[in-house]
């Protein structure tokens, strides 16, 4: 485990009571007004004016491309292309032109295009948008929480899936066969589309055996359990009742764990051929257009099945919200949290512990039944 940690850049010493700053508090982000002791956001009551509200970071993943010299734009432009944007800003110029005239979703018209240049103050802003616009994609990170487990004992091992639990799992797995049906079984959407990964505990390992147990075979990737997945106590203290003393707080070991998996997919290196190129020289009738602009940067799909307080901690740091909240969050058994990083960084949440695969009887969480319904 603590290679694990280092790999990820969290100290190992004093993992416990480690006090790493790990997540992105709004306190942490100063701004000028503060400072001059102006109103900040005018129209908030001014009982609240003191309170520090967030910006976002969009380097939060330290993968954000930021100059035609970074390894990654390099690589995704190829060595003809990366001469041109490194050369002058007619180069720089061309290599937008370029990358907009790709087939694909990101595809603009010549004359747009030119509108672009026209009209930029920032031609290095407006290479870098193009870039990720034309060669980026999609990654959604769908959170499952394992099913209802055995609680009557303290040995880990023996904390396996109830009935009822593995009944949520395999309920989970063909929700999620159903909304990930196009990237199982669509051609150029094989086995790096999708891939499951799972806490070393054996609750959520016996559930991510039953969602994949629902999925084509081969039409997907299984990852080795992460160590850095498992059920511990958020790394921030609760609001605003504290939970836990500071010394039960293991603050390297979750946020190691969002990590070693959260962080936006890396740029493409090429651009596809085939259809997408064929739509493209077909496609001249009002109708046909759409074909142009079919997409050749396929989106790809991470399910994390692990549990709640992983939930609910990844949840809020991914969106760059105060963590403290996290006990306010309650991720039912076999819930499904759908979280999606944009190519540029940007993190949307698509919904939160949804449960609707499973019956009001079948909504738990932990041992306590028709939850919240009682």
């Known amino acids: 485990m603590r290679a694990a940690l280092r790999k990820v850049g969290i100290a190992t010493a004093g993992l416990a009571t480690s006090t790493v700053a790990c997540h992105v508090s709004s306190c942490m982000l100063e701004t000028g007004a503060s400072k001059k002791n102006e109103r900040r956001i005018p129209g908030i009551p001014a009982r609240l004016d003191h309170q520090c509200h967030g910006l976002w970071d969009n380097n939060w993943d330290n993968c954000a491309p930021q100059s035609p010299e970074d390894k990654t734009v390099k690589k995704a432009l190829g060595e003809h292309l990366s001469q041109a944007a490194t050369a002058h800003n007619d180069g720089l110029k061309n290599v937008v032109r370029q990358l907009y005239a790709e087939p694909g979703s990101g595809h603009l018209a010549a004359e747009a295009v030119e509108v672009l240049i026209k009209d930029t103050e920032d031609l290095l802003g407006l290479f870098l948008k193009a870039l990720v616009k034309v060669r980026g994609a999609k990654r959604h990170f769908i959170l499952v929480r394992h099913g209802q487990y055995k609680q009557d004992t303290t040995v880990e091992s023996e904390k396996v899936l109830t009935p009822l639990g593995r009944e949520q799992a395999t309920k989970t797995g063909k929700r999620l066969a159903e909304a990930l049906k196009a990237a199982l079984t669509s051609s150029g959407r094989g086995k790096k589309r999708v891939r499951i990964h799972v806490s070393t505990m054996v609750r959520a390992v016996e559930t991510a055996d039953l969602i994949a147990a629902q999925f084509p075979e081969g039409a997907f990737k299984s990852l080795p359990p992460n160590p850095l997945l498992v059920e511990g106590s958020p790394p921030v203290h609760n609001i605003p009742d504290p939970l836990y003393s500071a010394k039960d707080v293991h603050r390297s070991l979750m946020e190691a764990g969002f990590r070693s998996i959260f962080h936006r997919l890396p740029l493409r290196d090429e651009p596809d051929s085939g259809k997408a190129i064929e739509a493209t020289v077909v496609g001249t009738e009002a109708g046909d257009q759409n074909s142009s602009q079919e997409q050749t940067v396929h989106d790809e799909y991470d399910i994390v099945v692990c549990h709640a307080n992983v939930i609910r901690y990844i949840t809020l740091r991914a969106l760059q919200l105060p963590p403290e909240a996290w006990f306010r969050l309650h991720p039912r058994n076999g819930s499904i949290t759908h979280l999606r990083v944009g190519a540029d960084g940007s993190v949307d949440l698509f919904g ?21 319904y009682k």
Not at 352 to 372: A, K, Q, W
């Open 352 to 372: 939160f512990g949804e449960s609707s695969h499973l019956t009001v009887d079948e909504n738990t969480f932990n041992m306590i039944s028709r939850y919240p």
